[in-house]
């Protein structure tokens, strides 16, 4: 017998069943346009971003380096065009590592080479090219290019790299380029404007020292990019736009490179420095440092052994001697004793001493550099012999808190504020110094006054202070500060902006003090009896000028004896100057390690430098 009770039952319960999976597929439905309708409306703008990211990429391309030129046009910093080799991983047919291996069998690759080009295929996108070697010889081009085939994603191609023509020739200004290592890179990323370190995308060189590294951002100019179509492989199609890159600015300096050159042919073998300044201006008008270095071993990465030479060389060669080497002044100092005498009340024009070649503190004998003395000696001729004994009696009267206070004010003991890095401060002694140098608090004493006002003891200049003092005293007290750039130059119009170094240095000074100390300092170079007299016979104008000699190591009362001291123990040779003295257009502090007098080594140098910039280039 057929239950049609059960048959119904069944029947319902299969109807809510398919109920349900209408309903479930219903629900599953409306999930799907739910997502597709978020995708396509609400998130449509971020996903066709990303769809274009995946498609089109974007590939710096690298802005010209800015030139740095002198006054006069000469170049002293270019680019020249060199074959180089890049790698496109995306187009690579075997493993990195077994392209370069074959790769070193036709061209020079060093471990440094691949652990460069490691690290831009880490950060680069894979579709774009990395840099392997640089500055490739014609004969590594030929053997590439003849086997060039078998290496599919590795390109020969040219660049720019910088290039220095003149070589050393003001290579401590300039300064250099080098590849842009972990701590350049840290610290572009660390700037808090993201656009900084954008800005080195596809760039592998940075300024590290000199006018190359204060004025980098000028001189690099502005990243352009290519966007590039690309497969889902990552391989180039097409490029859809390019935005051009902005070259830098270049650099004109106020360098005069023919009194540059001058200058540092004049030096010969010798360690030293020399600083000449435009005293209306500020200009720095010859910047020199001996011995020099090539910067072009820096571009792309100095080898191991010319590093090691620079390094372990005893003349120090990459010493910036006019910005941080220091020196005692010597007799130099004179001059601003002498003012500082005048400006404080302590001596006037007519005040004279009887020198008997020595001067007596707390039973101390400090002897003058003339056995027996000089004799009736006033202020003017203290400057023009050079007498030690009469600035042994003043720097006592004045004490060491005063003679600090004067000479603060033209700058010593100070940085100038060069447009450069790294300069040093130098030292300006006082009590207070001396308490907070030695660990125990030095107790200062006369002798310690006495040394320091003859320009020895603990005084510590740089060329560039003493320089910029000069220049102080020849302009009436009034000078800019010192500085390297005369004028930006756009990389594309070639318009010039002139360089504003700020408001002026102003010291009150009274005419009559400051025409008393210059007319002695004509006198040193002019007269018979003046240290400087057989340097400047026969020139064709006439000059302001001191001569110092200063001590690298004490005597402890003995006699120096040149030949007899080793040559690094040996006095350091210093002069000062300026000309013409009546209308000053230069002025110009020298030393030269461990030479001796002043006025026979550190003097002819002068000389050669006033003739060839006051005489000769015109």
Request: charged share 25%.
């Amino acid at each position: 017998m057929i239950d049609f009770q059960d048959r119904h039952g069944e029947l319902r319960r299969f109807r809510r069943r398919l109920l349900a999976l209408f309903a479930f597929v219903v629900l599953c439905f409306g999930l799907l346009a739910a997502r597709l309708a978020w995708l396509q409306l609400a998130r449509h703008a971020h996903y066709m971003a990303q769809s274009d990211g995946n498609r089109i990429a974007l590939l710096p391309v690298m802005p010209t380096r800015g030139l740095i030129l002198d006054r006069n046009g000469v170049v002293l910093a270019r680019n020249q065009p060199v074959h180089t080799l890049e790698v496109t991983p995306s187009r690579l047919r075997a493993r990195l590592d077994s392209v370069l291996d074959e790769l070193a069998k036709l061209v020079a690759i060093d471990a440094r080479d691949r652990r460069r080009l490691r690290r831009q295929v880490a950060d680069n996108p894979p579709f774009a090219a990395s840099l392997l070697r640089s500055g490739l010889t014609d004969e590594e081009v030929a053997r590439f290019t003849a086997q060039r085939f078998r290496f599919p994603g590795v390109e020969l191609r040219a660049r720019l790299l910088r290039d220095y023509p003149l070589g050393e020739v003001a290579a401590h200004a300039v300064g250099y380029v080098g590849r842009i290592d972990p701590a350049a890179q840290r610290a572009l990323e660390a700037n808090p404007d993201p656009g900084v370190a954008a800005n080195y995308r596809g760039t592998d060189t940075i300024g590290k020292e000199g006018l190359e590294k204060s004025y980098e951002r000028q001189l690099h100019g502005r990243t352009g990019y290519e966007q590039v179509e690309r497969t889902a492989a990552g391989r180039p199609v097409r490029t859809l736009s390019r935005v051009e890159p902005v070259p830098g600015a270049n650099l004109v300096l106020s360098l005069d490179v023919g009194l540059q050159r001058v200058v540092e042919q004049a030096f010969g073998d010798a360690r030293g420095a020399l600083v000449a300044i435009d005293p209306a201006s500020g200009e720095v008008l010859a910047f020199v440092s001996r011995p020099g270095y090539d910067p072009n071993l820096f571009v792309g990465g100095i080898d191991p052994q010319s590093w090691r030479a620079l390094n372990t060389s005893p003349d120090r060669p990459l010493l910036n001697r006019p910005l941080a080497g220091t020196y005692a002044p010597g007799s130099t100092f004179k001059p601003f004793m002498a003012l500082a005498a005048l400006e404080l009340g302590k001596r006037n024009a007519t005040h004279s001493i009887h020198d008997a070649g020595y001067f007596m503190l707390g039973g101390h004998r400090f002897n003058d550099d003339k056995p027996g003395g000089h004799g009736e000696v006033d202020l003017y001729r203290s400057i023009l012999v050079s007498c030690d004994t009469w600035y042994y009696q003043l720097g006592n009267e004045l004490g060491i808190d005063a003679i600090s206070a004067f000479m603060a004010r033209f700058g010593f003991g100070a940085p100038t504020g060069i447009d450069l890095e790294h300069e040093r401060a130098g030292v300006l002694p006082s009590q207070d110094w001396k308490r907070k140098r030695f660990a125990r608090g030095g107790r200062w004493n006369g002798g310690d006054t006495v040394s320091i006002s003859i320009g020895q003891g603990y005084n510590s200049y740089t060329m560039l202070q003493l320089a910029h003092a000069v220049a102080l005293l020849a302009n009436d007290g009034l000078s800019p500060r010192p500085h390297l750039l005369r004028a930006l130059e756009d990389g594309v119009t070639h318009a010039r902006r002139p360089f504003d170094p700020g408001p002026a240095t102003r010291l009150a000074l009274r005419q009559e003090h400051l025409d008393l100390v210059r007319r002695a300092m004509v006198g040193v170079t002019t007269e018979r009896d003046g240290t400087g007299y057989k340097v400047f016979r026969g020139a064709a104008y006439t000059a302001a000028g001191k001569s110092g000699t200063a001590q690298v190591v004490g005597l402890n009362g003995g006699k120096y004896d040149h030949h007899g001291t080793p040559e690094h123990l040996r006095d350091n040779a210093l002069f000062t100057a300026y000309a013409p003295a009546d209308r000053p257009r230069i002025a110009i502090a020298v030393v030269v390690e461990n030479a001796g007098w002043g006025s026979a080594v550190a003097g002819p140098i002068v000389r050669k430098a006033l003739d060839y910039y006051l005489a000769e280039r015109d």
